[in-house]
Every structure is written in structure tokens, then in C-alpha cells.
């Protein structure tokens, strides 16, 4: 029990190393995202900078799980076994010690530094990392100074255990050689009748490394069963909770944007009050109007109708047009046989009033092109469970992901080319409105397409059996392989969960 002793460190070290490694990772995961920026190449020791981030991060969580493993693992320790739980140890240290020096090379060293964050390593470009975190990816730490004295603090922080670990590792090795070394003496240099006991030496031997290999099984099967089961659930249970969460917001949200179109006033009073006033004629008779309608396009009869009440009575009367009224302008109107539909908003076109627009290609249609479905047992073991394929990766996408929460404009698409810009075919009234209007109608109509082809039954596309209706359905990109965590995507088929919530 000579390994003992450090039991008590590795109770101080445990909040220390918790916060350097799950606000560590958390660091990384907010940081990384600049380097789309470009920013680690401008300022001092940028690259070197990051790389020590995410050292910091990866070891973060192992020196963690492994001091909380070893917390009582470290009484059993003897010899041999105190020997390699102190090499263990210095790893540890030496990785995080790297790590700091890595991050020193931008970071300030001192919390007064913090105080002029705003003018500490500013780039070449004059850029600042700490102003452009802040606007980014660190808004709610309360400004740049905050930041830096976060940044600082954790940094601090894991000098500290570094040190306090590499000592702690280096007396482990000094009596595991000791107690090693008298073993071999005391084991070696017993006679008995003149002879040395040569069996009795190797069966010591032998037993010390049968014992050194239950002790790792000792060790590795609870963590092994912790990482398999335990965690996968608690992913699992997390993931279900947000799934369902948000759909359930997202109904509500539908529901009341629905109601307030319902209840929405119009631009008069009256505008949205039934027309009682049945001695309100229409100044056109009806044949008349279909005649008319011969020399003129149908999208323009829509908007005349639409741009006043009293044109819509002058045209239609006070009912508006009925169902067949609106066949026979379609049918008269528009002249030729290629007539075809506004993509946005259905209404009949021809080729002397349609417009072509290059648009990108809608969020909800590259989701629908590329997302796949699972069912929950194949999520559960291929993304949840550690070993799975993406079960470090559970909801992550990577940066050349085109699925991400974000609109891409047509512009964007014509300068950038971040996707290849398609050709619509639209109404006169669809295209002149703006892009950003046209963008957000288009997202709407592929969302609501997306919503209503993913509620048909469906395969998964693992196990290639069916998905059951009341069942909850996990999406799965196809650029980045791991779980497409985005609110277009329907958690149940017929739109309710199987509680409520």
C-alpha cells in the first residue's frame, strides 16, 4: 500500500482537474470555430496557441477520469504496480505542463494583464482575439476582459496540477524502484543447503505480473462497463430530452404563427369581415371579363384583385371569384401551351410573364437530400455507446458540413461558391420581391416539404427495418457521419410525442 499515500492528492486534485477538463473541452469546442476566421495565423503564436488548447483539452478529461479511478485504485499499489501508476502520472504532468507552455506562447501570464485584453496580441492584420471571441463564440462571458480572465485562470489552474502531479509522480517511480529493487534483493539471495532458490525467484516473478494483470483488469473493467453502459444511457436520455423539447416548442411556435396569420387585421377595417353587401355587382359582366382575360396574363388578374377591395368587387364582385371561375381565367388566360406553376407560390405562369432567378439551394432541400433516418437502437449503439464509430462525435458537425444552423444567400453563393446557385422559375410578383424575402419563403416551403415527406413511413437505414410512427426518429448527416441535431427534421411521425410534455 506505499501508493497510498498520493490517495490524498488525488482528493485535492479532483475539482481542479474536473474544471480543467470539462471547461477545457468546452474552451476548445467555442475556440476552434475562429480558426475558420483565420485568426491564428495573424496573431503571435497563434497556431501553437490552439494546438496547446486542444492538448489541453484531450488530457483534461483523461488526467480526470483517471485520477477519479485511481482515487482508491493507488492503495493497492506496490512495487511494480507503485512504479507504473507514477509513470502514468508523469505522462499526465508532462502532457498538461506542454500544454501550458503551448497556450504561454499568446496567453498573458498575470490577471492585470487582462485589463488591456483589447490591445494584447493584436494580429497583423490589427485584428484582436479576445474582441473577436467576444463577438463570436464567447458573447456571454461579459466582454474581452472576462475572457482573458477565464483563459488565464484555467491556465493557471493546470500549471498548478501539472506541477502538483509531476511530483507526485516522480516519488511514485522513486518507491516502486526502491520496493522493486528489495524484493529482487530479498528474493534473490535466500539459500537453502548452499543453493540459490533460482524456481523460487521466477514464481515471484510470475506471480507479479499475474498480479500486475488482474490489478489492470481490476482497473479497466469498471471503466470499461462506466464507458459502455452507464454513459451511453445518460447520452441517450440527454439527446431525447433536448429532441423532445424542441419539438414540442416548435409545435407551440407553429401553433401561434398560425393563429396570429388567422387573426392577423387587415389594411381596413372591413378588409377581413365577409362582404354582406350583396348589391356590391360586378362592373364587368363575366363573359366579358373572360374575354378580356384572353389579351392578358393570370398573374396580373391575382394582383390587380389584390392591390384593392374596391377593383376586387369592380372585377369579381362582393363573393370574389368561385373555384370555377378561376379554372376558366386559367384556362383563357396566358395564351400557349407551356404553362407551368411559380415555384414559391404555385400561381399559373407562361413563358412571356415568368421570371428566372438564380437562388441557392434551400437549407430544408440539402437536409432532405443528405440526412438519412435511424431508428434508437441503431443510434444508441453507433453513436452513443463509446466505441461506436461517432461516439466521441454525438451531435458535432465538422466545419465543411454544409448542414449547419445557417442561411446561405444568393450572393453568397454567386461570389463564394459555397453551393451551386439554382434556376427558378418565378411570377412576376415572387420576383420582385427581395432576396431576402424570397429566401426566407423559399426555406419556408422546403421546411414544410421536408416536414411532410419525413412523417411517411420509413426505413433505417442501418438495420433497414421500419420505423414505428410513435417511435422518436434520430437523423443522420451524410457529409459529416454523426447525428444532424437541426429543428427542420420531425422527432415523430405524426407530430406528437408519445407523452406529454
Same mark, same amino acid.
Given at each position: ?34 480558426? *475558420? ?9 497563434? /497556431? ?23 482515487? =482508491? ?11 507504473? $501508476? ?61 475572457? @482573458? ?67 489492470? %483488469?481490476?482497473? %479497466? ?20 430530452? &433536448? +429532441? ?13 404563427? %398560425?393563429?396570429?396569420?388567422?387573426? &392577423? ?22 363573359? $366579358? ?16 384583385? &389584390?392591390?384593392?377591395?374596391? $377593383? ?26 407551356? +404553362? ?18 438564380? =437562388? *441557392? ?6 437536409? $432532405? ?8 437502437? @441503431? ?18 458537425? +465538422? ?27 418565378? @411570377? ?9 424575402? /424570397? ?5 419556408? +416551403?422546403?421546411?414544410?416539404? %421536408? ?19 410513435? *417511435? ?11 447525428? @444532424? ?5 420531425? *422527432? ?10
Amino acid at each position: 500500500m506505499s501508493g497510498g499515500w498520493s490517495c490524498v492528492v488525488r482528493f485535492a486534485c479532483h475539482l481542479p482537474m474536473g474544471m480543467i477538463g470539462f471547461s477545457g473541452r468546452g474552451v476548445y469546442d467555442a475556440v476552434k470555430d475562429l480558426d *475558420a476566421l483565420g485568426i491564428y495565423d495573424v496573431i503571435p503564436g497563434g /497556431r501553437m496557441f490552439l494546438s496547446g488548447l486542444q492538448m489541453y483539452a484531450t488530457w483534461g478529461i483523461f488526467a480526470f477520469a483517471w485520477n477519479f479511478v485511481m482515487f =482508491m485504485g493507488c492503495m493497492a499499489c506496490y512495487s511494480w504496480l507503485c512504479l507504473l $501508476l507514477g509513470v502514468v502520472d508523469s505522462m499526465i504532468a508532462s502532457s498538461l505542463l506542454v500544454s501550458a507552455v503551448k497556450q504561454a506562447q499568446f496567453l498573458p501570464r498575470t490577471y492585470s494583464s487582462c485589463d488591456y485584453a483589447t490591445d494584447w496580441g493584436n494580429g497583423t492584420d490589427g485584428r484582436n482575439f479576445f474582441l473577436a471571441a467576444n463577438e463570436t463564440t464567447f458573447s456571454n462571458y461579459g466582454g474581452p476582459k472576462n475572457l @482573458c480572465h477565464s483563459m488565464v485562470e484555467l491556465w493557471a489552474i493546470t500549471v498548478s496540477m501539472g506541477v502538483l502531479y509531476m511530483l507526485t509522480g516522480v516519488i511514485n517511480i522513486l518507491i516502486g524502484l526502491v520496493q522493486a529493487y528489495d524484493c529482487h534483493h530479498r528474493n534473490g539471495s535466500t539459500y537453502y543447503s548452499g543453493y540459490t532458490t533460482y524456481d523460487t525467484t521466477v514464481n515471484n516473478r510470475s506471480s507479479r505480473w499475474a498480479g500486475l494483470g488482474r490489478f489492470a %483488469l481490476w482497473i %479497466l473493467t469498471p471503466v470499461l462497463w462506466i464507458l459502455d453502459q452507464p454513459l451511453a444511457a445518460c447520452r441517450f436520455v440527454l439527446r431525447y430530452t &433536448r +429532441k423532445a423539447l424542441a419539438a414540442k416548442r416548435k409545435d407551440r411556435r407553429d401553433g401561434k404563427s %398560425l393563429q396570429h396569420r388567422n387573426q &392577423r387585421p387587415g389594411k381596413f377595417p372591413a378588409e377581413n369581415e365577409p362582404d354582406t353587401d350583396h348589391k356590391l355587382m360586378p362592373i364587368l359582366p363575366y363573359e $366579358l371579363l373572360i374575354k378580356v382575360s384572353a389579351d392578358i396574363h393570370y398573374v396580373d388578374l391575382i394582383s390587380a384583385s &389584390r392591390s384593392s377591395k374596391r $377593383l376586387r368587387i369592380g372585377l369579381f364582385g362582393a363573393g370574389g371569384p368561385n373555384p370555377s371561375q378561376l379554372e376558366d381565367l386559367r384556362r383563357f388566360s396566358c395564351q400557349g401551351n407551356t +404553362k407551368r406553376s411559380c415555384e414559391l407560390c404555385g400561381i399559373q405562369t407562361c413563358p412571356h410573364c415568368q421570371t428566372l432567378v438564380a =437562388m *441557392a439551394p434551400s437549407l430544408a432541400s440539402q437536409h $432532405l437530400k443528405h440526412c438519412q433516418p435511424q431508428c434508437s437502437k @441503431c443510434f444508441y449503439d453507433t453513436y452513443c455507446r463509446w466505441w461506436g464509430l461517432q461516439g466521441q462525435r454525438l451531435a458535432k458537425h +465538422k466545419e465543411t458540413c454544409g448542414l449547419k444552423e445557417q442561411r446561405t444567400d444568393v450572393e453568397m453563393a454567386l461570389t463564394a461558391g459555397v453551393s451551386a446557385p439554382d434556376t427558378k422559375t418565378l @411570377c412576376r410578383m415572387c420576383a420582385s420581391m427581395t432576396p431576402a424575402e /424570397r429566401r426566407r419563403a423559399f426555406e419556408a +416551403k422546403d421546411e414544410r416539404e %421536408l416536414d411532410r415527406m419525413e412523417r411517411h413511413p420509413l426505413v433505417c437505414s442501418k438495420c433497414k427495418g421500419m420505423l414505428s410512427a410513435r *417511435a422518436m426518429r434520430w437523423w443522420i448527416c451524410g457529409q459529416c457521419l454523426t447525428e @444532424c441535431p437541426s429543428h427542420m427534421h420531425p *422527432a415523430w411521425a405524426d407530430g406528437n410525442p408519445p407523452w406529454p410534455l
